[in-house]
């Protein structure tokens, strides 16, 4: 449900930004980004369907932590956009409102939290972390009225997120899962764009 923020202005935070077939920039080919912020200076957002290369043992390691939560260690990171690569982001489940929040933490209205300081992962490493991760490198982001216009030209369609599609839906079907909130099948998606 599209949440209007201002007279012209759509609110797209706390959804999911699914990516129409024949996306012409590959980075976000196939993509299913869950937007954390989205407001008059632009949108942020994570990839949840693009693993790379790295476990979350060896991302610890490499920030000198050790990773002891077998569920957790060998899960993938995610390619979670094309801006800043080098820094980590962990989405996960809201904290509880008695313990001490982190240190840099978005916390999405109605959604997840987006962490980006490094005492969440030593959380995740002493066992008092979140349950539920999902770890980026790298984020999504979009200039002011960018992604309105990206939207305008049917690169994107939008989808209230839903957290089991980003932790309990094996990643080769989150896309499907996706389009699957809009109720209908993703094989009637089509690359091309209808003109009245």
């Given amino acids: 449900m599209l949440r209007m923020a201002s007279a012209s202005r759509i609110d797209l935070t706390n959804q999911f930004l699914i990516a129409m077939p024949g996306m012409a920039d590959e980075a976000f080919e ?10 008059e200076k632009g949108a942020l957002g994570l990839v949840i369907n693009k693993p790379i290369d790295i476990k979350l043992r060896n991302l610890f ?8 939560r077998q569920e957790l260690a060998e899960q993938p990171v995610y390619f979670g956009g094309p801006v800043q690569t080098e820094r980590g982001f962990v989405l996960h ?7 001490t929040p982190y240190n840099s933490t978005l ?24 349950a539920r991760v999902l770890v980026t490198l790298g984020y999504s982001g979009w ?29 080769e079907q989150r896309y499907q899962r996706a389009v699957g909130l809009l109720g209908f099948d993703p094989r009637m998606l089509s690359a091309e764009a209808g003109h009245a």
């Fill in 30 to 39: 196939g993509s299913v980004v869950y937007l954390c912020e989205h407001n």
């Fill in 61 to 68: 390691e490499k920030v000198d932590l050790q990773l002891d």
């Fill in 93 to 99: 489940e809201k904290r509880s409102s008695d313990t």
């Fill in 107 to 130: 916390s999405v209205p109605g959604g997840l939290d987006m962490t980006t300081s490094k005492d969440v992962l030593e959380a995740l490493a002493d066992g008092s972390g979140p």
């Fill in 143 to 171: 200039q002011a009225g960018q992604l309105e216009d990206e939207l305008g030209r049917n690169g994107w369609l939008t989808v209230d997120a839903d957290p089991a599609v980003i932790f309990d839906t094996p990643i």
